[in-house]
């Protein structure tokens, strides 16, 4: 059993289509993000789902780095030169960096975690919407605030006037994680 704290058990249990989990730093999003994508791996079995981050380094020293503390025996299961976990049951994860968004085309998923998204480009979450399409599958966003692009014209401002019904935003400061050294913030 996971313990979050009250907002990111929301974003962890969110039913639109789009949810984004934007927060401080160390703030706990991409705790969140991963053990998101493991309940999404139980929950698919035998499907395909997609973990992007916005570049290389991104996604190893943070993104998988942490899916890997949580379920370590999911490492001997990763071909890190396909990108690709390729677990017994069928299920298969598409492991991507943002560097090169095309790199992302011609999947289709059933569920798709992006780490640190706010640094992604508009084409990148556009690239990631169409890889959903045809499932109807959730995208999870999780991000600290970097500027006032595409997340706040194109996710935020739609969610905030009620103009598109399938996105959910979470926001919570980094003191809101209880792990979060309180001297320090």
């Given at each position: 059993?996971?313990?979050?704290?009250?907002?990111?058990?929301?974003?962890?249990?969110?039913?639109?289509?789009?949810?984004?989990?934007?927060?401080?730093?160390?703030?706990?999003?991409?705790f969140?993000?991963?053990?998101?994508?493991?309940?999404?791996?139980?929950?698919?079995?035998?499907?395909?789902?997609i973990?992007?981050?916005?570049?290389?380094?991104?996604?190893?020293?943070?993104?998988?780095?942490?899916?890997?503390?949580?379920?370590?025996?999911?490492?001997?299961?990763?071909?890190?030169?396909?990108?690709?976990?390729?677990?017994?049951?069928?299920?298969?994860?598409?492991?991507?960096?943002?560097?090169?968004?095309?790199?992302?085309?011609?999947?289709?998923?059933?569920?798709?975690?992006?780490?640190?998204?706010?640094?992604?480009?508009?084409?990148t979450?556009?690239?990631?919407?169409?890889?959903?399409?045809?499932?109807?599958?959730?995208?999870l966003?999780?991000?600290?605030?970097?500027?006032?692009?595409?997340?706040?014209?194109?996710?935020?401002?739609?969610?905030?006037?009620?103009?598109?019904?399938?996105?959910?935003?979470?926001?919570?400061?980094?003191?809101?994680?209880?792990?979060?050294?309180k001297?320090?913030?």
């Amino acid at each position: 059993m996971i313990k979050l704290h009250p907002i990111q058990n929301k974003a962890f249990f969110f039913t639109t289509q789009f949810g984004a989990a934007v927060a401080g730093v160390q703030s706990g999003k991409t705790f969140l993000g991963a053990h998101w994508a493991l309940k999404k791996i139980a929950q698919y079995e035998g499907k395909t789902g997609i973990i992007v981050a916005p570049t290389y380094k991104v996604l190893q020293q943070a993104t998988i780095k942490k899916l890997f503390e949580i379920a370590p025996s999911y490492r001997k299961y990763y071909k890190e030169q396909k990108g690709e976990i390729n677990l017994p049951n069928g299920t298969t994860i598409y492991i991507r960096s943002a560097d090169n968004p095309l790199g992302i085309e011609g999947i289709t998923a059933d569920w798709i975690w992006a780490d640190e998204a706010g640094m992604c480009s508009l084409f990148t979450w556009t690239i990631l919407r169409s890889r959903v399409s045809m499932t109807g599958g959730q995208i999870l966003l999780t991000t600290t605030p970097y500027n006032m692009g595409w997340l706040y014209l194109n996710f935020f401002k739609p969610w905030k006037e009620e103009k598109d019904k399938s996105l959910s935003f979470f926001s919570w400061k980094s003191i809101e994680n209880p792990y979060f050294p309180k001297d320090y913030y």
